[in-house]
T-cell receptor, first 115, second 115 residues
Framework: AQKITQTQPGMFVQEKEAVTLDCTYD???????LFWYKQPSSGEMIFLIY??????QNATEGRYSLNFQKARKSANLVISASQLGDSAMYFC????????????FGAGTTVTVRA | DTGVSQNPRHKITKRGQNVTFRCDPI?????LYWYRQTLGQGPEFLTY????????KSRLLSDRFSAERPKGSFSTLEIQRTEQGDSAMYLC?????????????FGPGTRLTVL
């Protein structure tokens, strides 16, 4: 079974508007972590934001925030005030268990910001 | 603080040849990971090291693949008798021993093309 599901293959957003990228996950482990990475056309994976399963508050990092709904097993990324440089592929990923560090990635969502 | 570096950035080889990639993690990061990413997909975990010990290997890592991290610093990934199906981006990541220990910081990747 897929551990991470990203159902939006591509999205368009107007500059300065907000965009929400969907991510649902599947795990039976009570301890896990959720990540979002950005991959521009250059190929490098850039870490954006992290949410631990026991964190009480939704994570925020500058213009990025993670809408963590534990009961629904969703971890959507919200990018506020989109900029042209936000055009990239975005991946949701999960780490399961306390001692396990490998990441399972979704298929990604391509975001294109229009001027 | 320099990021993760990978060499070479691009490699074109003929089927049946051996190739070796190098990854230099961020200084003082004790964990190092290798992933493979094919076109249009998210990265897939291959293996990871804690210091010089290889702690986990994916089933994706066939007998033709071997990874080392001899002194707990840089790592090499070797593919023997390359096949066309090995064509992919090979990503290396590292994570720190303190602070954001679960967060993986990625290098720019090595793009392998097998003709």
């Amino acid at each position: 079974a897929q551990k991470i599901t990203q159902t939006q293959p591509g999205m368009f957003v107007q500059e300065k508007e907000a965009v929400t990228l969907d991510c649902t996950y599947d795990t039976s482990d009570p301890s896990y972590g959720l990540f979002w990475y950005k991959q521009p056309s250059s190929g490098e994976m850039i870490f954006l934001i992290y949410q631990g399963s026991y964190d009480q508050q939704n994570a925020t990092e500058g213009r990025y925030s993670l809408n963590f709904q534990k009961a629904r097993k969703s971890a959507n990324l919200v990018i506020s005030a989109s900029q042209l440089g936000d055009s990239a592929m975005y991946f949701c990923a999960m780490r399961e268990g306390q001692g396990d560090y490998k990441l399972s990635f979704g298929a990604g969502t391509t975001v294109t910001v229009r001027a | 603080d320099t990021g993760v570096s990978q060499n070479p950035r691009h490699k074109i080889t003929k089927r049946g040849q051996n190739v070796t990639f190098r990854c230099d993690p961020i200084s003082e990061h004790n964990r190092l990971y290798w992933y493979r990413q094919t076109l249009g997909q998210g990265p897939e975990f291959l293996t990871y090291f804690q210091n010089e010990a290889q702690l986990e290997k994916s089933r994706l890592l066939s007998d033709r693949f071997s990874a080392e991290r001899p002194k707990g610093s840089f790592s090499t990934l070797e593919i023997q008798r390359t096949e066309q199906g090995d064509s992919a981006m090979y990503l290396c990541a590292s994570s720190p021993r303190a602070g954001r220990t679960h967060t993986q910081y990625f290098g720019p990747g090595t793009r392998l093309t097998v003709l």
